[in-house]
């Protein structure tokens, strides 16, 4: 007879499970077994819960997109004319959102939406609500908010990138230094 109440934190489990394996491995290239090993559980729990790895996947990026989500509207509304900006922007480098795990797993989902038409609409959602974040905070700032958010997401990424492939620990104020910086001149 099946445990009431576990499956929601079995899953919960298998996506934790995901994330680190995909960060310790750095890819995806990683096995059912694997996750299922790190989360406690068999791989055919784990296969009963999801169908398949990339299912599991992509539960692991709609989860990391759902907590960056959360620490955005934490931030918010913020303070001054750049209180929307300054928090939306501090979300992506929260100690939750800015770990060499969830970074890793946000790379290897970027290379996942390549052959992935989930993963691709996941991402696709990602960016557009970022980009009119963005703009909405940068109005009133700038004379081309449209563009100033494009290199804000595109330097946000980069610095993700960059973070990720620097052996040793990820320095979160030093990458948000790198972005405020631009903000900063953009908004001169």
Same mark, same amino acid.
């Given at each position: 007879?099946? !445990?009431?109440?576990? !499956? ?12 680190? $394996? ?13 996750? =299922?090993?790190? =989360? &406690? ?11 398949? !790895? $990339?299912?599991?996947?992509?539960? =692991?990026?709609?989860?990391? /997109?759902?907590?960056?989500? *959360?620490?955005?509207? *934490?931030?918010?509304? &913020?303070? &001054? ?17 800015? *770990?060499?795990?969830?970074?890793? =797993?946000? %790379?290897?989902?970027?290379? @996942?939406? %390549?052959?992935?038409? *989930?993963?691709?609409? @996941?991402?696709? +959602?990602?960016? @557009?609500? %970022? ?9 009133? /700032? ?12 595109? /330097? ?8 990720? %492939? ?9 990458? @948000?230094? +790198?972005?405020?910086?631009? /903000?900063? $001149?953009?908004?001169?």
């Amino acid at each position: 007879m099946p !445990k009431l109440g576990a !499956k929601p934190i079995r899953k919960a489990a298998l996506i934790n499970a995901a994330i680190l $394996e995909v960060g310790r491995a750095g890819s995806l290239d990683v096995t059912v077994a694997q996750i =299922a090993r790190r =989360a &406690g559980m068999s791989p055919a729990l784990a296969h009963h819960y999801f169908g398949s !790895k $990339e299912q599991i996947f992509l539960a =692991a990026m709609a989860y990391i /997109l759902r907590v960056y989500g *959360q620490t955005v509207a *934490q931030g918010l509304p &913020g303070q &001054g004319p750049r209180g929307r900006l300054d928090a939306i922007i501090a979300a992506s480098f929260a100690p939750i959102n800015f *770990q060499r795990e969830t970074v890793s =797993a946000w %790379l290897n989902f970027y290379a @996942l939406a %390549l052959t992935s038409p *989930q993963a691709a609409r @996941l991402l696709r +959602v990602y960016h @557009l609500r %970022l980009r009119s974040n963005l703009v909405v905070a940068l109005r009133g /700032l700038v004379p081309d908010p449209l563009q100033v958010a494009g290199t804000l997401g595109a /330097l946000i990424d980069g610095v993700y990138l960059r973070a990720v %492939l620097t052996p040793g620990p990820i320095d979160a104020s030093a990458a @948000l230094r +790198v972005v405020q910086t631009y /903000l900063d $001149e953009a908004l001169t």
